[in-house]
């Protein structure tokens, strides 16, 4: 029936790119890690495994995960329900909201949960005065609750796009079939509702796992020193030891879990996915009419943004109250007063005080950010949607079952060591492209590519085959099967990818800032130059640039809401 | 359809790539590989290019140990010509590494001989910057009680609950703060002075940004006292929000409680603008740029002729005394050492 040819000419490019960019650097940085190894190659394995310092860093980074993943998709879960089967105004801003966290850099999420969980911030100010404590009751940084909060935070909006999308096309008939049958809702949602949701489920829990699997700025930023997961271990045996054997056999460890659990998921996910038949929004989804739906709707979305945004608001006040020096200082302690409304800190972004070299304006850093975005946007999705198609033709080809879960590596590699990688391997034309600023989007497209690629599965998987058949008998042409099945279809999946690729291109602080060029700084590397310096006005300009990022990405994601291929002609 | 769009947009992206202007009448391009913390004034980097006719091209690439990393990674085809921002706690590696030429530059006759760890001259010294102990002013005059003038003071009951501290396994500065306390107690003495300072409930975090902007009291925390830099109370001043008078913080300054870091240039190996290169290291080196320095990275010119602008000089309390240790020492040791601390202190 499939053309496996045309599945190898759908490989070629995404492999293309993968292996340039991907596999040779990673390739090239783990050959010359061992070779630095006195003792050969697999002296390092062996120490590794047997020392119980790695032991004990691989058994915290999966517990960690496997414990954030579940938080988040029990927080997501409500989120994606109601997102799915509901319409109601304020729906785009909602889902753009949630969206923001995934797109900040680490330092700006601390300090965000700082301006409202501080020792001397406006929890714990409230709380002293309350209870007439004279120490501040809630220490958030340093603890393990701060690097759970912290990854639902960052994650949720994963398991809320993924899910909620896909549910969204659901056919209500199968539940309400089910309950006409006799079954209970608890019974509907266990036997109905929730088998056919699984590979949306499953593709995001996947996801968000990685993601907390390789964490490294939470961990650092507000986990504290007591806690390390591989990623963070693997930076400190590369740079501040320079132990590249046993960082490379890390790396070669934390791929290896990442490689296990997406094969596992592959085998799964293509025994759990089902063409099935997907009903358009307008048909699924209710509006809020009974108590009981307005009741839920209420709970869910104060808990999303409650949890989501307050710390984003904290972080946004902040940047518009004086930060000093008008303190006073009670019998009882240390007590910030708000000192009221300032614009300083805008002023002083938007006037160059300093002539220095690297300079840049905000307008220009944002400029950048967005080119760069856009560059990724249009790369990811090149490339991903071609990936995406050879996997949903035929699931079960040798050639697919085997190349699906390395798809999903790149998401799974140590920053640091690919950084390294990119210098060691990219150094000869016409491949030289350690100095040029198109490193920036190539390693965000690593990045946004495996998110692309899941994104769009689990919808053209879905795409009954008998509809393009039925296309085809009826004399279309095979672009007008695309154009008038296919692109419907997966529309609002490619508006998902999209808006993935965005989020990713435009928060990237790790990658970007080892490849940047210093006169092309992006939003977050031109924060963190605020951030790393002392003084009032260098922490207010990082606060104001951290809040017109959020502006930026709000807007960004409510634009590419309107331009939803989707409603071009969803059926 | 699709892959030959996207094979087409690799294609044209490499070719962009690819197509650098190399030859012709255009200005010679020097490349200057640095750590993420490199800054200089725009107009004195346009006095070097307009003098020898020079296109200048920096590549940042992360912290001290990530930059460095890459210039040693890169030493079979190297990135640039000339590498700034190797610091002593990291200098054994770049000359085991063999990473630098040598050059002799005239102006190393400006710069004492304390600065110059190379005796081969393959890292040419360029500024240095104290890590000292930061307090704030104002709880110590509330609580009548005197800043702490030795490491020893820390371990007093009137200080308990009060400093917080980075973690030399991934922190310059606490790697510096920790060597300070090798360097003063010695090899056997440094633990058992970290446990006092753990029993006195020192806090530890893994940066300094969260040192300094959450848990420092000037700012967001409840500690006055936080491991920092020499120069952090003259930029309170230079950076306030409303202009002040004087600083809100102080650093501690007595013998031996401060580390001395200084950092280092050097023309890369294989460099093929050797000229150029030592025109550049003469340039960092000369009075121009040295006086340019303080203000754009926080850190001390080494040449004796630079001078340093007033509010520094005003503000500014340079330690008589600091530590040093010899960079082998510190190569040397340096995993051990943390090993040892985060034993003592994370456990």
Same mark, same amino acid.
């Given at each position: 029936m499939s053309n496996p040819l045309k599945s190898i000419l759908l490989w070629v490019a995404p492999l293309a790119f993968l292996v340039a960019f991907y596999f040779y650097p990673?390739?090239?940085?783990?050959?010359?890690? #061992?070779?630095?190894?006195?003792? =050969?190659?697999?002296t390092p394995f062996l120490e590794a495994i047997t020392s119980s310092r790695v032991q004990r860093v691989l058994g915290f980074t999966i517990w960690q995960a496997i414990l954030s993943t579940f938080l988040t998709l029990l927080v997501g879960l409500p989120g994606a329900y109601l997102l799915a089967r509901y319409d109601f105004r304020g729906k785009s801003l909602l889902r753009a909201l949630t969206g923001i966290p995934f797109v900040l850099p680490t330092l700006v999420v601390a300090a965000g949960f700082n301006a409202l969980l501080g020792p001397r911030d406006w929890v714990n100010v409230v709380l002293m005065s309350l209870f007439d404590l004279t120490e501040p009751p809630i220490h958030f940084i340093n603890t393990l609750t701060a690097i759970l909060v912290a990854h639902i935070f960052y994650n949720t909006t994963i398991?809320?796009?993924?899910?909620?999308? #896909?549910? +969204?096309?659901?056919? !209500?008939?199968?539940?309400?079939? @089910? *309950?006409?049958?006799?079954?209970g809702s608890w019974k509907v949602l266990r036997h109905v509702t929730l088998p056919l949701l699984m590979p949306a489920i499953t593709a995001a829990a996947l996801l968000v796992f990685i993601f907390d699997f390789t964490s490294f700025g939470v961990i650092l930023v507000l986990g504290g020193p007591r806690f390390a997961t591989l990623e963070v271990e693997i930076y400190y045996q590369t740079i501040s030891l320079f132990n590249l054997p046993l960082a490379a056999v890390l790396s070669v460890l934390q791929l290896g879990c990442t490689l296990a659990l997406t094969v596992v998921y592959t085998r799964l996910a293509s025994r759990l996915s089902r063409p099935l038949p997907l009903r358009s929004q307008r048909y699924t989804q209710k509006r809020l009419l009974t108590w009981r739906s307005r009741l839920l709707a209420t709970v869910t979305v104060g808990f999303l943004l409650a949890l989501l945004t307050t710390p984003l608001i904290a972080l946004a006040a902040r940047s518009f109250i004086n930060l000093g020096?008008?303190?006073?200082?009670?019998?009882?302690?240390?007590?910030?007063?708000? *000192?009221? #409304?300032?614009?300083?800190? $805008?002023?002083?972004?938007? #006037?160059? +005080?300093?002539?220095?070299?690297? $300079? @840049? !304006? !905000?307008?220009?850093?944002? +400029?950048?950010?967005? =080119? $760069? @975005?856009?560059?990724?946007?249009?790369?990811?999705?090149?490339?991903?949607t071609p990936a995406a198609w050879a996997l949903a033709r035929d699931s079960q080809s040798p050639l697919n079952r085997a190349l699906d879960p390395f798809l999903m590596l790149p998401l799974g590699t140590s920053a640091v060591t690919l950084g390294l990688g990119f210098i060691v391997a990219l150094a000869h034309p016409p491949l030289d492209l350690r100095a040029s600023p198109l490193l920036v989007p190539i390693a965000h497209t690593l990045v946004a590519f495996p998110f692309v690629v899941r994104s769009l599965t689990p919808a053209l998987r879905s795409i009954q085959p008998r509809l393009r058949q039925?296309?085809?008998?009826? =004399? @279309?042409?095979p672009r007008q099967v695309l154009r008038y099945v296919d692109l419907p279809l997966v529309g609002r999946a490619l508006f998902v990818a999209a808006t993935f690729a965005f989020t990713i291109s435009i928060g990237e602080f790790g990658a970007t800032a080892l490849i940047s060029r210093p006169e092309y700084p992006t939003v977050p590397v031109a924060i963190y130059r605020f951030l790393s310096r002392p003084g009032a006005l260098n922490y207010g300009q990082a606060l104001a640039l951290s809040t017109i990022l959020m502006g930026v990405t709000l807007v960004g994601m409510l634009v590419i809401e309107r331009f939803r291929l989707a409603d071009v002609g969803e059926f | 359809m699709k892959p030959k769009i996207s094979l087409l947009l690799i294609l044209l992206a490499l070719l962009l790539a690819a197509c650098r202007p190399s030859t012709g009448l255009e200005p010679r391009v020097l490349t200057v590989m640095t750590h993420d913390s490199f800054a200089a004034s725009e107009e004195v980097i346009q006095t070097f290019k307009t003098e020898y006719n020079v296109e200048v091209q920096f590549l940042e690439a992360g912290d001290t140990g990530t930059s460095l990393n890459k210039a040693i990674l890169s030493k079979k085809n190297p990135l640039a010509d000339v590498f700034y921002g190797v610091d002593n706690s990291f200098l054994s590696r770049a000359l085991d590494e063999d990473i630098f030429e040598p050059y002799d530059s005239p102006l190393l006759a400006d710069i004492p001989e304390n600065f110059q760890l190379d005796p081969q001259n393959r890292a040419l010294p360029v500024d240095y910057g104290d890590v000292c102990l930061n307090y704030e002013i104002a709880y110590f005059e509330n609580n009548n009680l005197p800043p702490p003038i030795s490491l020893e003071d820390l371990l007093m009951p009137d200080y308990k609950d009060l400093l917080v501290v980075e973690n030399p396994a991934i922190s310059s500065p606490g790697l510096a703060f920790l060597l300070t306390t090798i360097g003063h107690f010695g090899e056997d003495g440094y633990l058992d002075f970290w446990k006092g300072l753990v029993e006195n409930n020192v806090l530890v975090v893994n940066d300094w940004e969260t040192a300094y902007y959450t848990e420092f009291s000037q700012w967001g925390g409840t500690r006055p006292l936080v491991v920092s830099y020499g120069s952090s109370p003259p930029f309170e001043v230079i950076f306030a929000e409303e202009p002040i008078e004087e600083p809100p913080t102080a650093a501690v300054t007595g013998d031996d409680t401060c580390f001395r870091q200084i950092e280092f240039v050097g023309i890369l190996k294989g460099t093929p603008n050797r000229d150029l290169a030592e025109k550049w290291v003469d340039f960092m080196l000369s009075t121009t740029f040295q006086e340019d320095i303080p203000l754009n990275m926080y850190v001390f010119p080494v040449n004796t002729h630079a001078k340093l602008n007033e509010t520094f000089l005003k503000y500014l309390a340079i330690p008589e005394k600091p530590v040093t240790l010899d960079p082998a020492a510190i190569a040397a040791n340096r995993e051990a050492w943390i090993q040892a601390w985060t034993e003592m202190v994370l456990r």
């Open positions: 990673l390739g090239s940085i783990l050959h010359l890690s #061992f070779a630095r190894s006195d003792t =050969g190659t697999l398991v809320l796009r993924l899910v909620a999308d #896909f549910w +969204s096309h659901l056919n !209500p008939r199968l539940g309400q079939a @089910a *309950q006409v049958l006799g079954a020096p008008a303190r006073t200082r009670g019998d009882t302690g240390l007590i910030t007063l708000p *000192q009221g #409304f300032t614009l300083t800190f $805008y002023r002083e972004l938007a #006037f160059h +005080s300093r002539e220095s070299i690297f $300079y @840049a !304006p !905000p307008t220009t850093a944002i +400029s950048i950010s967005l =080119g $760069y @975005a856009a560059v990724t946007i249009i790369l990811a999705l090149a490339l991903g039925a296309a085809a008998v009826l =004399g @279309a042409t | -």
